[in-house]
């Protein structure tokens, strides 16, 4: 019991929304979209992710290019992992997702060109690591919610309102990143930065798999 708790938490659903989760029948599209908001804005997992994705990107387009392949593969696995009770281990699914972290530090400091002698296509990787992220909850969400007439309207209110807490914090981040890049010292911060996206993300990964051998 603890392990599960403990890894709905690290999603953003805390002890209040799982009870609210738990007890609800029929349709609640409002506290849906407030709980999707709330998963996404408290799901540090998803937040290092889109902060290693946005982090250099500097054209609205390829934002909105990636930003959208994100919520495209997360959109997905999220509705569809739900609805059809696709059962995938909790902490192998997590310590992937934080594997996605470290991919992306390593790549934001050119480690694949260095180590392979090309860069992967992000796009793909972006959109691969998005049906993981929703995958992440989607598992959690099947053991939580009651199957009634209002699970698809619910499903789909509480994915709008992921959408909406990423968009918010999307604003927050490429608000902060883009005030640093006019700073003199934006290369050594980038460095930090993406070096630090990489320890949490193994840090991650770590106590996922620690989870994994010992639930």
Known sequence: ???????????????????????????????????GAKHMITGYDHLLFLTGVIFFLFRPREILLYVSLFTLGHSLTLIYGTLYEINLNPWLIDAIIGLSVVYKGFDNLGGFKRLLGNQPDTRIAVLIFGLFHGFGLATKLQQLINRDEGTLANLMAFNLGVELGQLAA????????????????????ALTANTALISLGLMLTGYQLTGYYLS
Do not use: C, N
């Open 1 to 35: 019991m603890t392990a599960v708790s403990t890894g709905i938490y690290a999603h953003g659903v805390d002890e209040s929304s799982k009870a609210f989760l738990s007890d609800q029948t029929g349709q609640a599209i409002l506290p849906f979209i407030y709980i």
């Open 170 to 189: 999307l604003f927050l981040i490429l608000t902060l990143v883009t005030q640093w890049r006019r700073l003199p010292g934006f290369p050594r911060f």
